[in-house]
């Protein structure tokens, strides 16, 4: 109970109330939780309006996630957790690929592929050849790697998004590298987009002024025996928002040039018509700790 | 966009984003949260299956609120959170009455009642008297004050929890305070009781060894012209879980003895059969700033 004064604070009291939690590193959690959110309610003077409206904020959030849309993911995203997370847990060691946030529209199964397959089932976007290699650290490649691969149509929308006009599958793939490593698909080049702003999420981009765009980026997931996975983007240089990802997301070494190619003899390699659009990705990877 | 090692952190871009925000009070809310967000995360070394049990959690309580029930509410009391902001914001001036949390059963019309009414309107509790003053800090007595009562019933259920069983408006009463300042009414002696455990919140509690017990309380709120309101409870002297309030609202100040009496005199006064319990109860408030 709390004293005047000379009393524990409130704060004080939460903490030892946790000192029952079986789990040790649950408790550690919690007792940081709690000292960060009192601290930052103090710091900030924090009225019961404020409070009112977080709290009203919050159960919105909650209220607004459906079995096809996670809106406490997105607001993780656009306050930078999710990226935080991500650096704090990804593999940084000199010359690994670096990682970058996994997003919402990942599907456990991508379609398995044919190398060189064309991942763009309905057409009309700008096509492209993606091409490159699956390397440990040192250089070596690493055969039969197995590398997903996931983007938006050139509308700016995953199939999921839209299933009525686009086929499940579309812009996915799931790619396994040949005896050197090498892997290789076409595509369209992908487009900016907008993250959803039909709910809470929205109103909070509206009120600090934000655009809710992301740069055109695909996003891969390499993995390899004995190696760490990589969960990474490669974003195309030169789009929009590459210096305001409403997600932040964007890291310089992930920027990647779509050069349009005019090699007839990489054209033909590839089976597609000469000028073409093409970015050359090594992925490279960490050994397993 | 993040560089490597020598870059901005996210934490950095993510502040630096929030300089649109068109309310300052809402750039300085959102720059202290994402702050301490992020520094909750890098002190914890937040791990990804962590973060998506957060974000489980978070969705969990959202979708547990209905129009009857508030989970987020609940979360921000077991967490200390609600009793912060009430200290944060509550009149401290000495010899006022202390403040507590308003919890979430308040009504916003109570049942407008005559001086020494029955609240207690289904009876079998231990009947008791509560009376008292409603003063300025200076002493004064504040004629016509407004005291909104309201109390669970013996059972530890609120009337809205159990509209079968109690009829609304049960323990609950709105009071004028008299030329002197005075109020009274009858009532059953409240007892301790569970907040619901049925949710998120509860598997938190289980989680942490915590009991989900409040101290047995009457909620109360004094207003008066020409003084700031107070919110508070008294809690009965000797109750279960003084010492452990799952929502840590309970002050030294505001434990009050509901004594047995056996004044024949004050029985004839206030109409009730002797013994019985009585609990008096001054409510001092601040003259407005």
């Known amino acids: 109970m709390t004293g005047n004064a000379t009393g524990p604070t409130v704060t004080d009291e939460v903490v030892a109330s946790l000192h029952g939690t079986g789990d040790p ?6 007792t940081g939780l709690v000292r960060h959110l009192h601290a930052f309610a103090r710091e900030s003077r924090l009225t019961r309006q404020e409070w009112e409206r977080a709290i009203g904020f919050l159960t919105a959030t909650g209220q607004a996630c459906t079995d096809t849309r ?10 930078g957790l ?9 593999h940084q060691a000199p010359g690994a690929t670096e990682s970058t946030v996994l997003g919402p529209f990942h599907l456990t199964e991508s379609p398995v592929r044919e190398p060189g397959a064309d991942i763009d089932l309905v057409g009309g976007g700008e096509p492209c050849v993606v091409s490159g290699r699956v390397l440990s650290r040192d250089g070596t490649a690493l055969p039969g790697a197995l590398v997903d691969v996931w983007q938006a149509d050139g509308h700016g929308f995953y199939d999921v998004q839209r299933p009525d006009a686009q086929p499940a599958g579309n812009g996915r793939g799931l790619f396994t590298a040949d005896g050197e490593g090498r892997f290789w698909f076409r595509t369209c080049v992908p487009s900016p987009y907008p993250i959803p702003t039909d709910g809470p999420v929205g109103e909070l981009l509206r009120a600090t002024g934000r655009h809710p765009y992301r740069p055109a980026h695909i996003h891969f997931i390499a993995s390899a025996a004995g190696h760490a996975p990589v969960t990474t983007h490669i974003f ?45 990705v090594d992925l490279v990877l960490e050994r397993a700790s």
Not at 70 to 79: A, P
Not at 82 to 90: A, K, P, Q, Y
């Open 25 to 30: 590193r649950l408790r550690e959690l919690l």
């Open 82 to 90: 999710s990226m935080l997370v991500e650096d704090i847990n990804g």
């Open 236 to 280: 195309v240089a030169g789009s929009d928002y590459l210096d305001s990802d409403a997600v932040f997301a964007v890291k310089d070494s992930l920027v990647t040039d779509f050069a349009e190619t005019d090699d007839p003899a990489l054209a033909r390699e590839f089976g597609v018509a000469s000028p073409f659009r093409h970015a050359r």
């Open 70 to 79: 996670q809106e406490f993911i997105l607001l993780s995203d656009v306050l």
